[in-house]
């Protein structure tokens, strides 16, 4: 999220990873989880009945099975930024729909379906916001991309009634261009899959006159198939400290994020949906 400058040159749209850097660098970058509620229960850190690391393997294993089958599903997805005034009032919003659809030709793509005029006033849209509502926020972490990530166990947690393992996720390297989580998950002690994200995509561009920030965020899954957790909301919100420089003065924005991801409808194909080594297609889409 770049701050909105008037009477200035357009700022180009860049990620604060010019070139490789290491992930140490983002021990400048303030994070804020987001807050949790009463469904949280109480963390056990006594060490878990199986090595974390094994853990870790049959989650990114099942994770990878995920991504697989949502790459076969449809949905929609609403999405809303808000900037809030000293008074918790809205003052400006962008809102888009979306539906992730596939072509003609059996090719993933996305058809906007609603989208009035943008009435941010105090920022602006980047490229990094538009990656996170599409990628970032649905966080997916499987057996190909875990190795790109330090991930520790914290214990274990009850997310309402879903017994949870807990990881703290922070990337190795960041490398330009990419996004990558800086947070916690929870995840699924039976399922092992993810049901909670909480943290932040990472990097920010904190340059002055570039800065490009991005608020805290929460992300739930639901079983929508009876076998995988779908993502199905998402909450983002925090104030973006942006720094003063020549010709502007430094400014507190206050942001919030809504995601709603919904009607996830199983698209034919010739492609198999395997869970647990079993094809779980249902037989009308096989072909």
Known sequence: MNR???????????????????????????FTPMALDAGFGRMDISEPAIAPEEIIRQFAAKESEFQQALNHYTYRRIARVQTIDDDNRVDGEYYEVDD????STGKRTEKVVFAPTNTLQRVQMTPS???DIQHGYPFVLTAEEIGQYNIKYMGRQKVDEVDCYVFDVSPKVIEKKQRYLLGRIWVDATDL???????RMVPDDTRKGNEDL?????????QVDGHYWF?????????????????????????RDTIKYTDYKQFGSTIKII??????????KQK
């Open 100 to 103: 992730v659809i596939f072509d």
């Open 231 to 255: 993502p199905v909301y998402t909450k983002g919100e925090g104030v973006l400290h942006f720094s003063g420089g020549h010709n502007y003065m430094a400014q507190d924005v206050h942001m």
């Open 4 to 30: 909105n400058m008037r009477n200035r040159w357009t700022l180009a749209f860049q990620l604060a990873a010019a070139c490789v850097l290491a992930a140490a660098a983002q021990d400048k970058d303030s």
């Open 193 to 199: 899959q993810i049901v909670v994200t909480n943290g």
């Open 129 to 131: 916001d538009l990656q």
């Open 275 to 284: 869970y647990e080594g079993k094809d779980i297609t249902p037989p009308e």
């Open 214 to 222: 991005h608020p805290p965020f929460m992300t739930w899954r639901q």
